[in-house]
Antibody, heavy 121, light 110 residues
Framework: QLQLQEAGPGLVKPSETLSLTCTVSGVSISSTNSYWGWIRQPPGKGLEWIGNMYYSGTTYYNPSLKNRVTISVDTSKNQFSLRLSSVTAADTAVYYC?????????????WGQGTLVTVSS | QSVLTQPPSVSAAPGQKVTISCSGSSSNIENNYVSWYQHLPGTAPKLLIYDIDKRPSGIPDRFSGSKSGTSATLGITGLQTGDEADYYCGTWDSSLSAVVFGGGTKLTVL
């Protein structure tokens, strides 16, 4: 059974880089045709797609975040990661790692429990 | 402000039926598949509907999806107290080149 678990600092200072990892269990992260992604939810607001990554490393980012976001994979640890640079208070959110069904698919069938990241000095 | 528009809240009595609307445009809902999610506070969102009207394995047929033009609708019949949650629609927006979501609808089962 597929399980996803986010990990990372809960507090990040403004202008610094937010870094989160997602550990995948129950399936190989490099399984053929598999995608992995990140979604966030600011407090009191709706969901926001951050980006997806194909198992081969090809990435698809939300244009609104594209200049600041990097999603990468570490197959040796069965993990994938999110880095978001130059954060501001607007980046405070619960961050979810997910499994999308395609590069541009709105269907995400597995989610981590989510981790709250607060941007504050 | 979300790209897709949902009513902030809906309510109905146990056993009744409720519908949740999701309004978009020709660049998103009208020409793309729609998914729906159930989100209970403190838990991970759950995929309820994909490709407009399909249910993943394990999702009861009390949940249904449909689309007409630039709007999509989630229907829930036989409401149960356990259905109280936030519901989100999502789709691809070809103008924004991004997956977009609605602002969410809070369902209260009175």
């Amino acid at each position: 059974q597929l399980q996803l678990q986010e990990a990372g600092p809960g507090l990040v200072k403004p202008s610094e880089t937010l870094s989160l990892t997602c550990t995948v269990s129950g399936v190989s992260i490099s399984s053929t045709n598999s995608y992995w992604g990140w979604i966030r939810q600011p407090p009191g607001k709706g969901l926001e797609w951050i980006g997806n990554m194909y198992y081969s490393g090809t990435t698809y980012y939300n244009p609104s975040l594209k200049n600041r976001v990097t999603i990468s994979v570490d197959t040796s640890k069965n993990q994938f990661s999110l880095r978001l640079s130059s954060v501001t208070a607007a980046d405070t959110a619960v961050y979810y790692c997910t499994r999308p069904w395609g590069s541009y698919s709105p269907s995400f069938d597995s989610w981590g429990q989510g981790t709250l990241v607060t941007v504050s000095s | 402000q979300s790209v897709l528009t949902q009513p902030p809240s809906v309510s109905a009595a146990p056993g009744q039926k409720v519908t949740i609307s999701c309004s978009g445009s020709s660049s998103n809902i009208e020409n793309n598949y729609v998914s729906w999610y159930q989100h209970l506070p403190g838990t991970a969102p759950k995929l309820l509907i994909y490709d407009i009207d399909k249910r993943p394995s394990g999702i009861p047929d009390r949940f249904s999806g449909s689309k007409s033009g630039t709007s999509a609708t989630l229907g829930i019949t036989g409401l149960q107290t356990g259905d109280e949650a936030d519901y989100y629609c999502g789709t691809w927006d070809s103008s924004l080149s991004a997956v977009v979501f609605g602002g969410g609808t809070k369902l209260t089962v009175l």
